[in-house]
């Protein structure tokens, strides 16, 4: 998806007008390079949900990746758990191939959209808490779908321990925080500004996120490191 360039470039008008605008503040170097910092997470954020705008949740190219990268360890036998599924989006593309994929989250009106949008025979959605309904439940799942879950929680690692012995597979996509060196400069200037999500907990560097895995007896079994994310296809034994 890379791109060729010409070496000798148009000039940006709106670029050579902020460099002359930053010449004249009347701030240090160091306060100038705070507000920048800020200023381009900002815009990141705008973009990102322009882009919400701009695509149809099934046409997103972010989405479009992760149904590539989940599609291609899901087989025909598979019984999926997808947890905090919200309106389905990630669970109907699951049951294209799947055998039986369940989503559940505890937001009710996600629920109940979910099941109005996607009908299909092998695909079921259910409100209230997954652990409760695993315990109650005597299905044999393989594989648990956690999409951008563990950012949000408290305590991951007390999380995992918890439903890991369910499955046998676990697919875990969350921000990374190592996409680029701007957020190193953030963390180091100890800037607020610095969550992919103002509801996130954690933003995990790929470091962090193994070593959390590990200690939960998880193994990483195959990583994908790119456009922002981690997606990492695990085994639990």
Known sequence: MGIKLIRNKKR??????IYRIQKLLPL?????????????????????EMSIKNYEASQHPGRLLSKKTILSNIKETSIVLDLGCNS????????????EVVGIDYNKK????????????????????????LNNNEKKFDILILSHILEHLDNPEDFLKKFKDHFREIYIEVPDFDRYYLNL???EKGLELIYSDEDHVSEFDRDELKLLLDACGITINKAEYRYGMQKLWCSTK
Not at 12 to 17: D, H, P, Q, T
Not at 28 to 48: A, C, M, T, V, Y
Not at 120 to 125: A, G, I, P, R, V
Request: net charge positive.
């Open 12 to 17: 940006n008008i709106l670029l050579s007008i």
């Open 28 to 48: 240090n170097n160091e306060r100038k390079f705070k507000l920048f910092l800020n200023l381009e997470w900002i815009f990141d954020r705008l973009s990102h």
């Open 185 to 187: 400069y953030r963390q």
């Open 110 to 133: 996600a629920i109940e959209a979910a099941k109005q949008k996607y009908k299909k025979d092998n695909l079921f959605f259910y409100h209230g808490e997954a652990l409760e309904y």
């Open 88 to 99: 389905g989006d990630i669970s109907s593309f699951i049951a294209e191939i799947a055998k």
